[in-house]
């Protein structure tokens, strides 16, 4: 089949499909991480040899006066903060709250006339049409500039000039910025050739898709400049681009020192070759030694070029401030591809389409390649050459998603049966029969499309060619005119040759004196006796066909029999826990139907029995291989739910200590943290999947329980880890109902195995998830549901061919919940190129970023955190100087010029080098790193997108009867106004933010309290009133929840409040109390890695 053509739209196959049934999805929910009082960092990344060590001068925030900010006293018993609970501490971050925010007007659009431009045509190489925009560089607006013309400065290093007479640009500034000590907010002095940020940013069709940054070109009189506001007739000389990008700049010397600016960090400071006379080279500021207190200058920027305006006497300017819209925004992005990419239904028929972005809701017609809901790619046009590859640095990586859940009008993959002789396949390397099969000698044969094999048609499977060379049956058959679609398996293709029976699920409950106390036994209790009518079951099937069984344990282990005749349940005993058997075989594992009552009464029975415990030890290893043994015992696959509260400390295999040390934290033994404290546990993971045994972990730990090794065997085992600190069940309750439902119920492929097959010229090299791998090509999963991705990076051992493309076949064999073993197959055709700038035309950043996150969360395992944060920043380097060398047009080496499709690679590269994982604030536990390690190792784009850049939505902005989302803004305090209140979600927290100055209506609309001092801090239900705010306020929240795979817990955070400082860690565009760089630092840092790679 030739993929560029169109297909006729594909018939229904004439047979009955099973179709998933839409289960409610709750949601995400991991609970805030906290963040820590100030730390001296030195310069970006930890201190580097020769550069400073000590913090920078002049900061302006004071480490609280009681060391570590006090925890509540409902969360005494816990310890530090964790995302399992919020920490309460007393230090701004950001602003003082008696600077007003000087704000920009809403409504303004991205590229009103502000300002007259520089405009430079951008000239490309020989690729593509001629490019239809000019780089736009953006100017001081409103500043009155006074000085006399300066000359033209020398040509020196890197076509920049020296400063005339500027002191020095590293001093005594409040709130140093990690690359540049300007204060926050205020612009670097701005010698000839260096300057503010431009931006170039053609539309996404354009050939010579880049953004790029600029100062002035160096040299020569400065082009004129009004002083004062724009007069609405004065436009640019570039194309419209899509935010304000106009830069104003504060004046140093109208800053008494202390006084805390309410803007980001400004841009670059001016960057030298080292010959240049003025002062000593700043890297962006604190890279150099400490100096003295800065000096005041004596004008705003002596000899700097008058703007237009006669020369006059230095005169005292208000403070600007540095626009922060003058750079790429991802909320622009966001809504750009919204608008041009969400009414239109994305149809895969046409090789190498880069899909619309994650955070867009689309919808798909498979038409020969598979969903990007089941498979992104990090570029739809790889290299041809490994050469190219290595040149460029862009990963070739893979997410894939084999059971992804799709939204109610897409349907699911169709079955096809090939009775006893099964799938077809080519008999040399055994891919599946696909759409880019070639049929040969009128349909006798076909030519594999992976290895070039030719392969007979059995009989029964043969069809005529039409005039085109397709089978006249292509579109009946759906693997001939799909991208995705699943196969039954015959019985080859099962254990021991022989059907698998259905899976089983075991509940493990942990009755330590912890979770009797805590009223997490009853809870639960309570709670599976309505949820085991929800097991998932198969298509239309009546009853679920899984059987259930149920294990307590302490320091032993109970195992219950609740066969249907018994007239009560039986317990049975096990203490030698050194050597796990299982007691009984018959009852233990039962259908729910017919064991209802027996059930019933045990569930109404475990609480009171274990009541007046006071046994406080528990074991876990023996648990897990008690239901791994009931598990082989009966023959079948499953799931184990374990509930448990504490460090396994009893005398057992699996024991552990308590090795948590903050002191390891930036050291080159940190990397033992993430690590297993015994080999135990992968050795009973290896087991586990073999057994086809998938493990869920519910944790609910007062205190250090060593998440890194106990999520060795539900990581290894495909399983999934929830983690509720500080368990109090009037408040997490909702929480961990949410995800305990939608876990029990979700559908899951049991004792999965799953290979991914590429064409001639690319293989499979590296795979990312939670996963076993027993060889370097098989990924076997005891489990996989349809939140978990495995994620799989590509490397070229020949030459791939511009004609032919490269293909990629992913190949699931797994049992389904009725017991029913399949094949999913999903297909994915990519271009190929023999130019560079045709692979940056077609790069998805968020599935970069995802691969990238991954990469990094797996490399702290072996190597120090700090080498992982330099390899990430070195590697974004590359990729963008390589761009700029080779497919960006010359200019000079002050602009900063990234590809359209990458713009927003800097600032979500950020989020990732600031995460908890990376940068660890004071309060972020060791548990709290481990457990989200682990949770974005298997993460889909989407949740990885929305997990390092949340959503902030303003709540009060759009009208009250609109019921669509309101439109984000971007996550940074900046973006606040004390006047709204805003929702901000990241897929694991969900934060209620409440300015101080929000109107009386709204607060007794949301809250039925008559002022803001009244609201309850920390509260997480609002009340349910009768009003359109707050019913439409409780209704976005039921829709974000929904879109989440974990339930969010709400907390309400009031301005100026202690919980403030857990919100604000969340808006990653600023520079974070752990030491990370703000957006315009980052991106000031990269600007300069790049320039370095480029001389």
Not at 460 to 473: A, I
């Given at each position: 089949m030739n993929v560029n053509q169109s297909a006729p739209p594909v018939p229904p196959f004439g047979q009955p499909q099973p179709i998933y049934p839409g289960y409610h999805q709750s949601s995400y929910g991991g609970q805030p991480g906290s963040t820590a009082p100030p730390t001296p960092y030195g310069a970006y990344n930890g201190p580097v040899p020769g550069y400073q060590q000590t913090p920078p001068q002049g900061m302006s925030r004071a480490p609280p006066s009681s060391g570590a900010p006090p925890a509540s006293t409902a969360q005494a018993p816990c310890g530090p903060a964790t995302y399992g609970q919020f920490g309460q501490g007393d230090v701004q971050n950001g602003p003082s709250s008696t600077v007003q925010v000087q704000r920009l007007p809403g409504?303004?659009?991205?590229?009103?006339?502000?300002?007259?431009?520089?405009?430079?045509?951008?000239?490309?190489?020989?690729?593509?049409?001629?490019?239809?925009?000019?780089?736009?560089?953006?100017?001081?607006?409103?500043?009155?500039?006074?000085?006399?013309?300066?000359?033209?400065?020398?040509?020196?290093?890197?076509?920049?000039?020296?400063?005339?007479?500027?002191?020095?640009?590293?001093?005594?500034?409040?709130?140093?910025?990690?690359?540049?000590?300007?204060?926050?907010?205020?612009?670097?002095?701005?010698?000839?050739?260096?300057g503010y940020l431009g931006v170039q940013t053609p539309q996404r069709s354009a050939p010579s898709q880049a953004s790029s940054f600029t100062?002035?070109?160096?040299?020569?009189?400065?082009?004129?400049?009004?002083?004062?506001?724009?007069?609405?007739?004065?436009?640019?000389?570039?194309?419209?681009?899509?935010?304000?990008?106009?830069?104003?700049?504060?004046?140093?010397?109208?800053?008494?020192?202390?006084?805390?600016?309410?803007?980001?960090?400004?841009?670059?400071?001016?960057?030298?070759?080292?010959?240049?006379?003025?002062?000593?080279?700043?890297?962006?500021?604190?890279?150099?030694?400490?100096r003295g207190p800065q000096p005041n200058y004596g004008s705003p920027y002596p000899g700097?070029?008058?703007?237009?305006?006669?020369?006059?006497?230095?005169?005292?300017?208000?403070?600007?401030?540095?626009?922060?819209?003058?750079?790429?925004?991802?909320?622009?992005?966001?809504?750009?591809?919204?608008?041009?990419?969400?009414?239109?239904?994305?149809?895969?028929?046409?090789?190498?389409?880069?899909?619309?972005?994650?955070?867009?809701?689309?919808?798909?017609?498979?038409?020969?390649?598979?969903?990007?809901?089941?498979?992104?790619?990090?570029?739809?046009?790889i290299p041809c050459t490994s050469d190219m590859a290595k040149q460029a640095q862009v990963p070739l990586a893979a997410v894939i998603k084999p059971l992804a859940r799709l939204p109610p009008e897409e349907a699911s993959p169709y079955v096809v049966d090939h009775g006893e002789s099964g799938p077809l396949r080519c008999n040399r390397c055994k891919a599946?029969?696909?759409?880019?099969?070639?049929?040969?000698?009128?349909?006798?044969?076909?030519?594999?499309?992976?290895?070039?094999?030719?392969?007979?048609?059995?009989?029964?499977?043969?069809?005529?060619?039409?005039?085109?060379?397709?089978?006249?049956?292509?579109?009946?058959?759906?693997?001939?005119?799909?991208?995705?679609?699943?196969?039954?398996?015959?019985?080859?293709?099962?254990?021991?040759?022989?059907?698998?029976?259905?899976?089983?699920?075991?509940?493990?409950?942990?009755?330590?004196?912890?979770?009797?106390r805590t009223g997490l036994v009853r809870l639960l209790c309570e709670e599976l006796k309505s949820l085991l009518d929800f097991l998932p079951r198969e298509g239309g099937a009546e009853e679920s066909a899984i059987r259930v069984g149920f294990v307590t344990?302490?320091?032993?282990?109970?195992?219950?029999?609740?066969?249907?005749?018994?007239?009560?349940?039986?317990?049975?005993?096990?203490?030698?826990?050194?050597?796990?058997?299982?007691?009984?075989?018959?009852?233990?594992?039962?259908?729910?139907?017919?064991?209802?009552?027996?059930?019933?009464s045990l569930l109404d029975q475990i609480p009171e029995m274990f009541a007046d415990t006071r046994e406080t030890e528990t074991v876990f290893a023996p648990v897990i291989q008690a239901g791994m043994e009931a598990l082989k015992a009966a023959e079948c696959a499953g799931k184990l739910f374990l509930f448990h509260t504490s460090l396994p400390m009893a005398e057992a295999p699996g024991k552990l200590k308590n090795r948590d040390d903050r002191k390891l934290i930036n050291t080159d033994k940190e990397k033992t943290l993430f690590q297993p404290q015994t080999g135990a546990y992968q050795t009973l993971a290896k087991e586990c999947v073999a057994q086809g045994c998938c493990v869920d972990l519910f944790l609910f730990p007062n205190q250090y329980v060593d998440v890194a090794t106990l999520s060795v065997v539900p990581q290894l085992t495909g399983g999934s880890v929830y983690k509720y600190a500080c368990f109090q069940v009037e408040n997490d309750q909702e929480r961990f109902l949410s995800d305990l439902r939608r876990d029990v119920q979700k559908v899951v492929g049991f004792d999965a195995v799953m290979r991914v097959r590429t064409s001639t010229g690319i293989r499979a090299v590296d795979f990312f998830g939670a996963f076993y791998m027993s060889n370097t090509t098989d990924v076997e999963l005891a489990g996989l549901d349809g939140d978990k991705t495995v994620t799989v990076e590509f490397k070229h051992d020949d030459r791939l061919n511009e004609e032919s493309g490269a293909l990629l076949q992913c190949a699931l064999l797994?049992?389904?919940?009725?017991?029913?073993?399949?094949?999913?197959?999903?297909?994915?055709?990519?271009?190929?190129?023999?130019?560079?700038?045709?692979?940056?035309?077609?790069?998805?950043?968020?599935?970069?970023?995802?691969?990238?996150?991954?990469?990094?969360?797996?490399?702290?395992?072996?190597?120090?955190?700090?080498?992982?944060?330099?390899?990430?920043?070195?590697?974004?380097?590359?990729?963008?100087?390589?761009?700029?060398?080779?497919?960006?047009?010359?200019?000079?080496?002050?602009?900063?010029?990234?590809?359209?499709?990458?713009?927003?690679?800097?600032?979500?590269?950020?989020?990732?080098?600031?995460?908890?994982?990376?940068?660890?604030?004071?309060?972020?536990?060791?548990?709290?790193?481990?457990?989200?390690?682990?949770?974005?190792?298997?993460?889909?784009?989407?949740?990885?997108?929305?997990?390092?850049?949340?959503?902030?939505?303003?709540?009060?902005?759009s009208p009250i009867?609109?019921?669509?989302?309101?439109?984000?803004?971007?996550?940074?305090?900046?973006?606040?106004?004390?006047?709204?209140?805003?929702?901000?979600?990241?897929?694991?927290?969900?934060?209620?933010?409440?300015?101080?100055?929000?109107?009386?209506?709204?607060?007794?609309?949301?809250?039925?309290?008559?002022?803001?001092?009244?609201?309850?801090s920390g509260l997480s239900v609002l009340p349910i009133l009768d009003n359109p705010l707050s019913k439409k306020v409780r209704d976005l929240i039921d829709s974000l929840r929904a879109q989440r795979s974990r339930y969010m817990k709400l907390i309400v955070v009031k301005q100026e409040d202690k919980l403030e400082m857990l919100f604000k860690h969340f808006l990653v565009e600023d520079k974070s109390l752990s030491g990370g760089a703000s957006y315009v630092d980052f991106l000031c840092h990269m600007h300069k890695e790049i320039r370095q790679l480029l001389s």
């Open positions: 409504s303004q659009p991205f590229g009103s006339p502000l300002a007259p431009v520089v405009s430079q045509p951008a000239v490309l190489q020989s690729y593509g049409p001629p490019p239809t925009s000019a780089q736009v560089t953006t100017q001081l607006a409103g500043m009155q500039i006074s000085g006399a013309v300066a000359p033209a400065p020398p040509t020196s290093g890197m076509g920049y000039g020296p400063p005339t007479s500027l002191a020095s640009a590293s001093g005594s500034f409040p709130n140093s910025g990690l690359y540049g000590s300007y204060p926050q907010g205020q612009a670097p002095p701005i010698g000839q050739a260096q100062p002035p070109a160096s040299g020569g009189p400065r082009m004129p400049s009004v002083t004062g506001p724009l007069l609405p007739g004065q436009g640019f000389g570039g194309p419209p681009v899509s935010q304000p990008n106009h830069v104003s700049s504060p004046s140093p010397q109208a800053l008494p020192p202390g006084t805390q600016m309410t803007g980001p960090p400004g841009p670059p400071p001016p960057m030298h070759s080292p010959q240049q006379p003025g002062y000593q080279l700043q890297q962006n500021g604190s890279f150099g030694p400490a700097a070029a008058t703007f237009g305006s006669q020369p006059g006497p230095p005169q005292p300017l208000p403070p600007k401030r540095l626009d922060p819209d003058a750079i790429p925004s991802p909320i622009q992005v966001i809504e750009d591809d919204r608008n041009n990419r969400g009414t239109e239904p994305f149809v895969t028929g046409v090789r190498g389409q880069v899909p619309p972005l994650v955070t867009t809701n689309f919808l798909v017609k498979d038409q020969g390649n598979a969903s990007p809901r089941y498979i992104r790619c990090t570029s739809y046009n599946y029969m696909c759409p880019f099969m070639q049929f040969i000698e009128g349909g006798r044969r076909f030519q594999c499309c992976f290895c070039s094999c030719i392969n007979d048609v059995p009989p029964q499977y043969f069809q005529h060619l039409d005039h085109t060379g397709k089978r006249v049956d292509a579109y009946d058959r759906p693997e001939l005119s799909l991208g995705s679609y699943e196969f039954l398996a015959t019985v080859d293709y099962c254990k021991n040759n022989k059907f698998p029976s259905p899976p089983a699920f075991i509940f493990m409950i942990d009755v330590s004196y912890n979770a009797i344990y302490n320091k032993v282990l109970h195992f219950y029999n609740v066969k249907s005749s018994l007239a009560q349940p039986q317990m049975m005993v096990v203490s030698d826990v050194a050597d796990m058997f299982v007691p009984l075989l018959d009852g233990f594992l039962v259908n729910v139907i017919e064991s209802r009552a027996v059930i019933t797994y049992t389904s919940c009725a017991g029913q073993r399949r094949l999913r197959i999903h297909n994915l055709a990519l271009n190929c190129c023999t130019q560079l700038a045709d692979m940056y035309r077609n790069c998805e950043t968020d599935t970069l970023i995802n691969y990238m996150a991954k990469f990094a969360y797996r490399a702290v395992l072996n190597s120090p955190v700090k080498a992982v944060r330099d390899t990430l920043i070195t590697q974004c380097a590359q990729i963008l100087a390589c761009y700029r060398k080779n497919c960006a047009s010359p200019s000079s080496a002050g602009q900063l010029i990234l590809p359209e499709c990458m713009k927003l690679l800097p600032v979500y590269l950020n989020c990732v080098l600031k995460s908890d994982v990376l940068q660890p604030g004071a309060e972020v536990t060791t548990d709290d790193r481990a457990y989200v390690r682990q949770l974005v190792t298997s993460m889909d784009v989407a949740e990885t997108n929305v997990f390092f850049y949340p959503r902030l939505l303003p709540l009060t902005k009867e609109s019921t669509t989302e309101p439109p984000a803004v971007r996550a940074s305090e900046e973006r606040l106004s004390n006047g709204d209140v805003y929702l901000l979600e990241n897929g694991l927290n969900l934060f209620l933010w409440v300015g101080a100055s929000v109107q009386q209506g709204v607060v007794q609309s949301l809250f039925s309290v008559s002022s803001f001092s009244q609201i309850t």
